[in-house]
């Protein structure tokens, strides 16, 4: 019997083709660039630290932006390998919010990387006016423990909608200002450590469910400050054994 079906020939095939092609070349430029979220509170120096990832970085920092959502790129090495990083504001205001439904459920990103300081976040004056204020540490850990549920909530979510693993390492900065206490700064800022923020990343990992979710923890510095024993040869390791975590968990190594 003959078949009288219309076969797709020609020119009727070229469109769905260049969806296929479309459809591959994306899947090989987010495993070459998977999209990153950089989360935190105002003044703990995500910018600062996306500038030093994305192998820009600029002399004493720049202010972070409150408004947008930033967005960098890094090559990591000759195979043209990286990273997109999305920088949410950290101001607890309607941009911030909106930029947060962004990254986690409008366009979700890979990976996230949370920043926090210790209580050592540079303090922000209200908008309309500039300068840097004092802050007691103990109100900024607290500020930066609500920070972090708003945003922990976000990542459960999409951690739990997606079907790759999603990836967390939470970057504790500025420690050129406590050099002795690093390693126990940080076992306060992870799974298990019975402390408040790690009780929070417990609550995450049941949420999200723990082979759906990795959390790492690791210590980074932007600028040491004057004076203090953390030299920019240890900043620079600290940022290596970041970008080396990174890049295994992205599947670039």
């Known amino acids: 019997m003959t078949d009288l079906r219309p076969r797709r020939t020609g020119l009727r095939g070229v469109p769905a083709a260049i969806g296929r092609g479309r459809e591959r070349l994306t899947g090989v430029f987010q495993h070459r660039y998977p999209t990153v979220a950089v989360t935190g509170m105002t003044g703990v120096g995500k910018t600062e630290l996306v500038d030093h990832l994305s192998g820009r970085p600029r002399p004493g920092g720049v202010p972070e932006s409150g408004s947008a959502v930033m967005e960098r790129r890094v090559r990591r090495d000759r195979r043209i390998r990286g990273f997109r990083f999305r920088v949410v504001p950290g101001e607890n205001a309607a941009t911030r919010l909106g930029a947060l439904d962004e990254v986690f459920h409008d366009d979700p990103v890979d990976g996230v990387l949370h920043v926090v300081a210790n209580g050592f976040a540079t303090g922000r004056r209200p908008a309309g006016t500039t300068g840097n204020v004092e802050a007691a540490r103990e109100d900024q850990r607290q500020r930066e423990l609500e920070d972090w549920t708003v945003t922990a909530h976000r990542i459960a979510s999409m951690a739990v909608r997606r079907s790759q693993p999603t990836w967390l390492i939470v970057v504790v900065t500025k420690v050129d200002l406590y050099p002795d206490d690093v390693d126990e700064v940080v ?67």
């Open 187 to 253: 076992r306060s800022y992870s799974p298990g450590s019975g402390t408040p923020f790690g009780d929070r990343l417990d609550e995450l990992r049941a949420l999200a469910g723990g082979a759906k979710l990795s959390v790492d923890v690791l210590p980074a510095c932007s600028h040491p400050a004057q004076g203090s024993p953390v030299t920019a040869k240890r900043r620079d390791a600290y940022l290596a054994a970041l970008e080396a975590r990174m890049a295994q968990l992205a599947g670039h190594v």
